[in-house]
Each structure stands twice: as C-alpha cells, then as structure tokens.
C-alpha cells in the first residue's frame, strides 16, 4: 500500500510562512483561545452546583488552565525546530478539544480539573506557537500582523461570557463542546503553514566579545520578562479589579460592567487600530506611547469622574504592547532562541499573579488605591521600555537620527 506523500509548501509563499488561508484559520484560532480562556468565570456559578464547590474551588477551574498553558509554552518550545509547525500546532488544537469535551463533561470535579489543564495546555502551544511564527513569518509586517492576530484573542474573549449568557451559565457543556468542533475543524487549514522552522537572525558577534555578549542578552531577556510580567499584570488587573474600584467610588453596579465591558472592546480595537502604524513607527516608540499613555489613563482614573472613560483609555494605549514586542525581542536577543517562550509563560504567571496581589495591596490600604499602584507598574513598563530602546539601540542611531528606534 502505497502512503500518501507529505503536504508540501507549495500553498506557501516564499516569503511567508503562511498560505492566506492558513492566517485567517490562525485569527480563529485565537479568538478560540481568548474564548475559551473567559468561559471558566461565566460558567462559575453552574460548576458551584454541579459540583457542590466553593468560589475557590471552583476559581480552580482557570488556575489549571492557566498552569496547563504554562506547560504547553515551554513544552512547545522544547519541540520548536525538532518536530515540524504543523504537527506542534495540530496537537495543540486536538488537545484543546479533548480537554475542553473532558471539562465539559467529567463526571467529578478532579476530572474536570484534569480537563482544564489539558485544554490549558493546548492553549499555551497555540497562544506561543502562532505568535512565534507570526513573529518570524512576514518579514517588515510581522508587527502589524501580531497585532491583528492578537486583536482576534479579545473578540474571543469578549464572545465567550456572551455566549454563557445567552444560552445560560447552566449550559456551559454545549459552549465548550461547541469550541472543541471548533478547534477540530481548524486541523484543516494546518496544510498552508510552513513546516519548516524559520531562520533566526544571527547573532552581533562582530560588536560583542562572547562574555559581554552573554551579560548582554541576560541583561536584556531580563528587563524584557520584566516589561511583560508588569504588563500582562496591569491588563489582567484593570480586567479583574476595574468594576470593584468603580462601585467603590459611586458608580453603579450596571455601569461599572459595561465600563469593563468597553475596557475590553478597545483593548481590542487598540490592537487592530495599531497595525497599520507598525509600518512606519519602530516597535520601541510604539511600546513607549503605548506606556506612557498607559501611566496617564491611570492616572486620571484615580478621579472618580473620570475613571470609567479613563479605563477605556488605558485599553486602548495597552492593547499593542504584547504583541508589538516580540519581533523587537526577537532581533534584541537573537542568541537567546528561548526567548519568546520566557516571556510569553513569564506574562501568564503575571496575570495570574496580578488578581491575588493586587487583592493583597486592597487589603492594606483600600479598593481606591487599585489606579494609583497600576499607575506605579504602568511608570516601570515606561522606564524598561527606554532602557530597552537605548540597549538596543545601534551606534549609528545614537545620536538620535531618523533611525532611531525612538524616533
């Protein structure tokens, strides 16, 4: 019997790693991880039932998906360049489906965890996986497609609690087995992904001696973890804590939700707005405004009057932050191949990290306080950010000509 012969890269431009099919399946994707990512909240109150669980028990559910997506980021990672795009990437989908079908419907609640760490996992492979390809696979577009690729995970996570709330938080298992056909039918389109794995740049030998090439790249990985564990907290945060602080300066229950609600909808207008600037503006002074407009919209939200339209603000400013740093990272550290996945797990442990702390902070002082410490994380992004742009910074960009990465 004859096997059939592997899917070649003929559906591929050259210049590309994925066939236009393979991007629009790629922008599903995502809005099926920002989906599934914001299910778990909605579906508390049914799993609270079913299961006969605490509110902690049951905030299990997103802890172990946040651990599973951990895992899958770094297990990814391990594999990246050994075994074929396509592959990592289609295990990742199947294993999103299983976990989100086993969630959906185990008959215990240890079993539904095990469900939510499998999906976590697949998660954490797509989520690193695309944005790594993305990163690496349209040359000068490649920011403005990240961009527009993460734009996707905010529609998904805006859908999701949507979806709970039309067909009911007791019908979670239809939405989840729902997602799962979903993340099925995207093995599909895999055969318009490049499978093999896209050169890395070469490192700057010739300006760096080996050691000082070394503390280079450990000094820059570690401010760039930094920039994105800051981040992903205060985004996380603002997300989690926004309608708590705003009920506690007056604002009513209803309008502190639909505040949040728009928080999130121009987090991801922010993303698609961006794209097409990422062709003319350099990744650091986008990062920089980004930041510092970011700080600002903090700022102003310790106004009680201004705080509901002073968090859509810090949406839009935040939005292109994440995704605009990976090519920068990518040509800052090209020695270090590990480091999108550093700092892409990095950024997960600070959204997990950032609903406890931030709780903590709460505690000692009180909920009003939520802008001013974001608006102190917000001012730290900034300043590793114009560390960053004078590290990487090349000689002939010092004295701040039209190549300047700030300018």
Known sequence: MQTLPS???????????????AVVASCIGFVLIGALQSLYGPALPALRQEYGLSPSGAGLALSAHFVGGVAGVLGFDRAFGRIGNRALLGVSYALMALGSVAFAFSPSWPLALLGAL????????????????????????????????????????????????????????????????????????????R????????????????????????????????????????????????????????????????????????????????????LRWSEPAIIAVSCGGTALCLLAAVQPGLAPYAYAGVGLFIAPIFPTGLPWLRRAVPAA??????????????????????????????????????FALAALCLAATWWLARATRAPSQASGGPGSPLG
């Open 118 to 193: 499998v999906t976590g996992f697949g998660f954490g492979g797509i989520d690193y996986g695309l944005n790594q390809l993305f990163a690496t696979g349209f040359g000068r577009r490649s920011p403005a497609m990240l961009n527009i690729l993460n734009a996707h995970f905010g529609i998904g996570a805006i859908a999701g609690p949507a979806l709970i709330g039309l067909f009911g938080a007791d019908r979670y298992p239809a939405v989840f087995t729902g997602f799962a056909v979903m993340a099925a039918l995207l093995l599909i389109p895999l055969g318009g992904v």
């Open 7 to 21: 899917l070649p890269d003929t559906a591929v431009r050259p210049d590309r790693s994925f066939s236009t099919p």
């Open 195 to 278: 499978d093999r794995h896209p050169g890395g740049l070469p490192a700057d030998t010739a300006a760096h001696p080996a050691d000082q090439r070394a503390r280079r790249t450990a000094a820059l990985l570690t401010v760039f973890v930094v920039l994105y564990v800051l981040h992903v907290g205060v985004e996380a945060a603002v997300g989690g804590w926004e309608p708590t602080h705003l009920e506690a300066v007056g604002h009513s229950a209803t309008l502190a939700a639909s505040a949040t609600s728009v928080y999130w909808l121009m987090l991801t207008l922010g993303r698609f707005l961006v794209a097409p600037l990422t």
């Open 337 to 374: 191949r590990r480091a999108g996945a550093l700092v892409i797990a990095a950024s997960m442990v600070g959204g997990v990290a950032a609903g406890p702390t931030l709780g903590k902070v709460i505690e000692l002082f009180e909920v009003r306080a939520v802008p001013a410490v974001l």
